[in-house]
Every structure is written in C-alpha cells, then in structure tokens.
C-alpha cells in the first residue's frame, strides 16, 4: 500500500510539473489595414531551428501553437515579417500586424 501510495505522488508530482511547464502561443494576423488575413505562420526557436509544424491562419486571423516549451521563440509570419517573442508558462497572447 505504502509503494502504490508513493507512486502516486510520484506520478502526481511529474503531471503537475508537465501542466505547469506547458505554454500556448495564439494570436491575431492582421494586414496594414488592420483586416485578418489568411497567411502560413512559422515557429523558431532562438537558434533558428522551427518548432512543430507550421499553421494557416484562420479567415478570423487567429493561429495558435500548443504544447509548446517556455521559451524565446521567433515568430514568421509569410515571407519576411519577423517578431521575435518571449513565450511564458500558461497561455501567451501576441497579435501580429504586418508591415
């Protein structure tokens, strides 16, 4: 009973490690106009090497990278835009607005 017992704090201790080292970075994508745009974003991390799969925009703008480290991370947005972003435990909001 004693080892089950121990196991589950154990196993306690690692889940809530994970939930409180997991980061969310969302947002919106809007032209010079301040209009949403459908548009592919890309997430690197300081060393330039990108995380995850790249993802589309909604119609809305919005865009969204979960379980995620946190981290510094450089955000692309289409070909050149660039942002570069710190990204903290819980959930981050960074709205993008093109150049």
């Known amino acids: 009973m004693k080892k ?3 196991a589950l704090v154990i196993l306690a201790g ?3 490690y994970s939930v409180l080292q997991a980061a969310e970075l969302f947002g919106i994508v809007t032209d010079k106009n301040t209009k ?3 548009i592919q974003v890309t997430l690197k991390d300081a060393k330039g090497v990108q995380v995850g799969e790249p993802v589309t925009t909604t119609k ?3 865009y969204s ?3 995620i ?3 510094s ?3 692309t947005v289409g070909s050149n835009n660039q942002w570069p972003i710190f990204v903290g435990p819980g959930s981050t909001r ?3 607005a093109l150049k």
């Open 60 to 62: 809305d703008g919005a």
């Open 14 to 16: 690692v889940t809530g």
């Open 4 to 6: 089950l017992l121990m």
């Open 65 to 67: 990278f979960k379980d």
């Open 36 to 38: 949403p745009v459908v």
């Open 73 to 75: 991370y450089v955000v």
């Open 94 to 96: 960074k709205d993008l």
């Open 69 to 71: 480290k946190p981290m």
